[in-house]
């Protein structure tokens, strides 16, 4: 293990050099007592910041968007329906401005994304047209370990299809003692299936394990298979460079309000590939705001669709909830998804660092980590396993244990989250978080972890 410097000057001295720091004072950052007494900090106050880790469940608010919604609501006052063409930021073609941002986080032509509904919503959308069943060809494969949402959303695609999820559905498990998929495993699983495989639908980032699976061979092996590749970038939008035009993605989906700091349950994203955008055969569900906006407002009925990823937009867009967006994706066009990568590979790796020296330590090592060691295989997100010291070394963490220890570390003003049976999340987001935040987490860690930290009550 290469030494590290565990010193908090070591980390002072990283977030000088950093480019991104500015990046920082653009975010309100919840207060320590929104870690220690959640009920107590519910308004503002200025006190010592939390260091917040949970950007991978809810980024945070730029100091911009409140007066971006400010502004739209002033343009509502002022000009009723006039403001769909003359405010500051016309509302009918709102979408539009925000598709050139959104296409540089996920690699992708802008014409091949749009902002619209939420994540869930835009899965079943986007699997109503691509995930076309056939007696022969009906299989889906995702990971075992989904998002719990996703697992609903492809049963009950494949029940709604008038197929039977128990032979349809195909879970990629990890190796028995193994927390991660393997690449090898997951084509060969692919191959495996080819002749009756219709979709490989994957967590690009796994959202437990924060796994980045290899997309352009998964993408390529679906392919092979003549089936359709499908990615669910939640826990990947703007935390790790995509490139889904490249890598041939047949559609992809993602939240907003994680890394994209868009606010809870934020305006998704959807990308569909250029390849499919002018077929004419796409059995798709449809709406006003997915016609040609040159026949639009003719008001026929015939539905006409624009050959862009829009053609999957139902309704005109809600203006208020596109604006966090919108302030977001100028963020992420400023910093740049290249300077917050290489960032965020050297802030994980060190949290990760860090986390091995204090294990190095202790009696028996405390903390394990489930996320793959190799950085092009993992975003910012550690995903760790707590074992208290006093608790035999061989037992596996149970979740009480580790929902103790999260608790102890909520009351040293960390935010990281929990997420049942066993695993402590920690992300450190390159857009706001600082090596200092880093080093605090791992130094609260020990103390929560540590010899002398209460045993929790079970
Ligand atoms: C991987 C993944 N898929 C799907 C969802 C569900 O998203 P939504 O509630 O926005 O539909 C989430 C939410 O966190 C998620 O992490």
Request: with cysteine; charged share 20%; proline share 9%.
């Amino acid at each position: 293990m290469p030494m590290i410097d565990r010193s908090r000057e070591f980390a002072l001295a990283q977030d000088a050099i950093d480019p991104l720091a500015p990046f920082r004072s653009e975010f309100l950052l919840p207060s320590r007592t929104a870690a220690i007494d959640p009920a107590a900090a519910s308004r503002r106050t200025d006190e010592t910041p939390a260091v917040y880790l949970a950007g991978n469940s809810l980024g945070l608010q730029p100091r911009a968007t409140r007066a971006a919604i400010e502004q739209e609501l002033d343009d509502w006052a002022n000009l009723g329906v006039e403001g769909h063409l003359h405010a500051k930021h016309p509302w009918l073609p709102y979408h539009e401005e925000i598709r050139n941002d959104a296409a540089l986080v996920v690699g992708a032509s802008p014409h091949e994304v749009v902002v619209m509904n939420s994540l869930t919503v835009n899965l079943h959308l986007l699997m109503a047209a691509f995930y076309r069943p056939t007696p022969a060809r009906h299989a889906i494969i995702i990971e075992d370990a989904a998002f719990p949402s996703d697992s609903h959303a492809v049963q009950s695609q494949i029940v709604h299809r008038g197929f039977d999820p128990a032979i349809s559905l195909i879970r990629l498990k990890p190796r028995p003692g193994e927390h991660t998929l393997r690449t090898q495993d997951i084509v060969q699983t692919i191959d495996h299936h080819s002749s009756s495989l219709a979709l490989v639908m994957l967590g690009a980032v796994n959202y437990l394990t924060g796994q980045w699976f290899d997309m352009p061979a998964i993408t390529a092996a679906a392919h092979r298979a003549g089936a359709i590749s499908g990615w669910d970038l939640a826990h990947a939008v703007g935390n790790v460079p995509l490139a889904l035009h490249e890598i041939g993605a047949d559609f992809a989906c993602w939240c907003s309000y994680k890394y994209l700091n868009s606010g809870p349950g934020a305006i998704a994203g959807a990308f569909v590939h250029e390849r499919h955008l002018s077929r004419t055969d796409l059995p798709q569900f449809a709406g006003w705001w997915g016609n040609d906006p040159a026949t639009r407002f003719a008001m026929g009925p015939e539905f006409t669709p624009v050959h862009s990823a829009d053609r999957f937009q139902l309704s005109n867009p809600p203006i208020f909830s596109m604006t966090p967006v919108r302030v977001s994706l100028e963020l992420f066009r400023r910093a740049g998804m290249a300077r917050l990568r290489a960032k965020s590979l050297r802030l994980t790796a060190y949290m990760e660092g860090l986390i091995d020296d204090l294990n190095a330590r202790l009696a028996a090592p405390a903390v394990q980590i489930v996320t793959p060691r190799d950085p092009a295989q993992r975003g910012c997100q550690l995903s760790l396993l707590i074992t208290p010291d006093d608790a035999r070394p061989d037992a596996p963490p149970d979740a009480a244990t580790v929902k103790a220890a999260h608790e102890r570390l909520s009351r040293h003003g960390i935010i990281v989250d929990f997420r049942s049976p066993n695993i402590i999340r920690a992300a450190p987001v390159p857009l706001y978080n600082t090596f200092l935040d880093v080093w605090t987490f791992v130094q609260a860690l020990e103390q929560v972890i540590g010899p002398n930290a209460p045993v929790p009550h079970t």
